[in-house]
């Protein structure tokens, strides 16, 4: 097959099925309170439908305010690129793909808080602040994380290092700390409550209160494919899939991804979410469990 | 068999944490608790002839450590009517933070020692050294005198990991002398906390800096 329509179909692919993952949850939350709930698909048709509409802008707003969510779209689009989905490697990959990877997170939340900020509206403020203040822990459990499988595979390409060897304990604890930097980085309880329309108390909800039309669906999209993405990333550094044929693989991985989905509908439906003054306890312990699985590994070779 | 200990050590640097970073006392002393469990069952990992000594300085500590002491803290807990640690002198997330860059330092610190064959490969030094640092933090930073004693439980812990080294030349009736010490020493505390409850009708230890007649 050609690379590039290899590489087309591949991005088609994860475009495509990524607002499916927050139907599951949501079906998952309706089935554990005994709800009907909306389709698996509502995404899919609040995205047309937001697509359809117009866009109002307020006097106050630069272009930045609609470019935002567009670069913060194509950003996530490209860092799926860089993920392997399966025994044939990413659809790009070259040696330090996991720092770009690591950047393109950063740049895409970086345009949605501008674009947020742009806006002049003192909630979106707050919401920009929350947002910037828990991705500082954040990404020094991501980047503590991808260190980790670096020094377990001596690589730094991540189609190498989303390969890793078999399980242990070091990777009990990985998987441990990135889903709970998934659940924050995707603004799901308890750090944050998807469901929440209280502007005092939200996070990635307040910040996109002025966007509406065609750059709105674009943050919606962007947020499905941001949790398709950190699935993806959980599922490879926890499973060991490389004897598996081609067909094994991709069915394993999209198991897995289902399973972390349901997971996460598991604990938005049993748990509250959290005071935000505890917020921190919970993001320190997911970056320090990041760093014993980083210090597990690096100890490993000696151990 | 050393990947099978460094397992249940690791279990125990972890439970550090958890007791570093929560604030609710029943929690502290559960962590502690389960952390002194954890540590009595070593013994019979370490030994591999069980002689009887060693089987029942294994059950005396788990008694002691796992349901006695915890029993003696839960029931000051229950006569001072308080379940939270307010306002500690060293937050929870810093003393997390603390106990987490302690832990780190005590494993690069265990790479670098001169320790005997055997023990290289094990973390029972680094377990030790971090087990020691995280009962001291609990000792300095905490206000309330039930966490002091968890600290202090902590501490010991530590200090007994170290002992296991030393587990094939010391009589294990030494190990048995100094669980009994600790037992002891926690009745004397749990006295003193009920004599500060009355007094002062509060267990915060920030208000014992006078003297008086």
């Known amino acids: 097959m050609m690379p590039a329509l290899d590489m087309a179909l591949r991005l088609a692919a994860c475009l495509l099925l990524a607002p499916l993952l927050p139907g599951i949850i949501n079906r998952v939350k309706s089935w554990v309170a005994g709800r009907r709930g909306p389709p698996v698909l509502q995404l899919y048709y609040d995205l047309a439908k937001l697509w359809r509409k117009g866009v109002v802008l307020s006097t106050a707003v630069s272009p930045g305010h609609v470019a935002g969510p567009a670069v913060a779209w194509v950003a996530l689009a490209v860092a799926s690129l860089l993920l392997p989905l399966g025994p044939a490697g990413a659809p790009l990959a070259f040696p330090g793909d996991a720092l770009l990877f690591v950047y393109l997170l950063a740049l895409a939340r970086f345009c949605t808080a501008s674009a947020a900020m742009d806006a002049g509206s003192a909630f979106e403020g707050m919401g920009v602040v929350r947002e910037v203040s828990y991705a500082v822990i954040n990404e020094a459990a991501i980047i503590a994380a991808l260190l980790t499988l670096g020094v377990q595979t001596g ?115 049993l748990l509250a979410r959290l005071a935000f003054r505890r917020v921190p306890l919970l993001l320190a312990t997911s970056f320090l469990l990041c760093v014993f699985a980083l210090l597990v590994a690096w100890k490993g070779g000696r151990l | 068999m050393t990947d099978t200990l460094n397992l249940f050590i690791g279990l125990a640097m972890g439970l550090n944490l958890l007791a570093l970073a929560s ?103 680094p377990g030790s050294f971090a087990t020691v640092v995280a009962g001291f933090l609990m000792l300095m930073g905490r206000t309330k005198a039930i966490s002091q004693v968890c600290g202090y439980l902590i501490l010991e812990n530590g200090i007994y990991l170290f002992g296991l080294l030393l587990i094939n030349s010391t009589p294990l009736l030494v190990e048995a002398g100094i669980l009994l010490d600790l037992t002891v020493a926690v009745f004397v505390i749990g006295i003193i906390m009920d004599r500060i409850q009355k007094e002062f009708d509060t267990l915060d230890t920030n208000k014992l800096t006078t003297l008086h007649e």
């Open chain 2, 23 to 125: 604030s609710r006392l029943p929690s502290v002393i559960r962590a502690a608790a389960l952390q002194g469990m954890v540590l009595g069952i070593l013994p019979l990992l370490i030994e591999h002839d069980w002689q009887w000594m060693v089987v029942l300085v294994s059950i005396g500590t788990i008694a002691v450590k796992g349901f006695v002491i915890p029993h003696l803290l839960r029931r000051a807990l229950r006569a001072a009517n308080i379940d939270r640690e307010m306002k500690p002198l060293i937050g929870f997330v810093p003393s997390l933070l603390l106990g987490a860059a302690a832990t780190v330092g005590a494993v690069a610190l265990g790479g670098v020692l001169p320790l005997l064959p055997e023990h290289a490969d094990s973390l029972l030094v």
């Open chain 1, 155 to 269: 690589s730094v390409s991540l189609s190498v290092m989303l390969a890793p060897p078999a399980a242990g304990a070091g990777a009990a604890l990985l998987a441990a700390g990135l889903f709970g930097v998934l659940l924050a980085e995707n603004c799901r309880v308890p750090f944050d409550d998807p469901n929440t329309h209280l502007e005092l108390t939200m996070i990635h909800e307040a910040m996109v209160l002025d966007h509406s039309g065609p750059p709105l669906a674009a943050i919606l999209h962007g947020a499905a494919l941001k949790l398709l993405l950190f699935a993806v990333l959980l599922a490879k550094t926890v499973l060991a899939l490389t004897s598996l044929s081609w067909l094994a693989t991709m069915g394993a991985l999209g198991a897995s991804v289902l399973v972390i989905v349901v997971l996460v509908g598991l604990v938005e439906s």
